[in-house]
């Protein structure tokens, strides 16, 4: 998966706590997206950013869910009170440039995957 | 609203055979397409793209076919092999726009 990294794999949480998922895109890359596969479901767009500024944040849940990509550091999916529902796996990818620019291929991590309890 | 469509959930075929994966879209927009194989507990891989200039685009064992007046792509993997047994995921991205739209998958199974 050419270096996308996100942390941590497995992540367990009560409900009603926060959970909080790392990626570093592969180097060169700034342009990060992250997907969410539920279980049995296909991947579902979430948001995508550039350093400092979220460009596409229509697939995000409009309550308990935020993401950043700051100056410095990897990019962070955090999930607030957490429930149930919330359990999936979330896959981070990043791009060198934004997909407008047709012929971009994206690459995945190996995926974080948060069981609520 | 699924704009992009992967009609079979999952398919079988022997060791050695041809396997065809289809997709759908909906969007005349879309102009780029790609394909990714995952693995359980693993993050899909890059398997082959297409442009919406070309018609086909060959890497190795995959092809992929491409039909833009039927808005329809496919992935020929031959010969396949066991390890071939994954799901598969095809996704399109129109210039301008800034997401890739990924379908439901496709679980291959090849069969020794």
């Known amino acids: 998966n050419a270096g996308v990294m996100q942390n941590p794999r497995h992540l367990v949480r009560r409900r009603g706590q926060e959970a909080r998922l790392r990626c570093s895109p592969m180097?060169?890359?700034?342009?990060v997206y992250w997907y969410r596969q539920l279980p049995e479901e296909g991947l579902k767009f979430m948001v995508y950013?550039?350093?400092?500024?979220?460009?596409?944040e229509s697939g995000m849940p409009k309550e308990r869910f935020s993401a950043e990509f700051p100056k410095e550091g990897p990019s962070i999916l955090r999930i607030q009170q957490v429930v149930r529902g919330d359990s999936a796996a979330y896959f981070c990818?990043?791009?060198?440039?934004?997909?407008?620019?047709?012929?971009?291929?994206?690459?995945f991590g190996e995926g974080s995957w948060l069981t609520v309890v | 609203d699924q704009q992009v469509k992967q009609n079979s959930p999952s398919l079988s075929v022997q060791e050695g055979r041809i396997s065809i994966l289809n997709c759908d879209y909906t969007n005349s927009m879309f102009d780029y397409f790609l394909w990714y194989k995952k693995y359980p507990a693993e993050g899909p891989t890059f398997l082959i793209s297409i442009s919406s200039i070309k018609d086909k685009n060959e890497d190795g064992r995959f092809t992929v076919f491409l039909n833009k007046s039927a808005k329809h792509l496919s992935l020929h993997i031959v010969p396949s092999q066991p390890g071939d047994s994954a799901v598969y995921f095809c996704a399109a991205s129109a210039t301008g726009g800034d997401k890739y739209i990924f379908g439901t998958g496709t679980r291959l199974k090849v069969l020794a």
């Open positions: 990818a990043s791009s060198p440039r934004n997909t407008g620019n047709s012929g971009n291929t994206i690459y």
């Open positions: 950013l550039q350093k400092e500024n979220i460009i596409d």
């Open positions: 180097k060169g890359h700034s342009h």
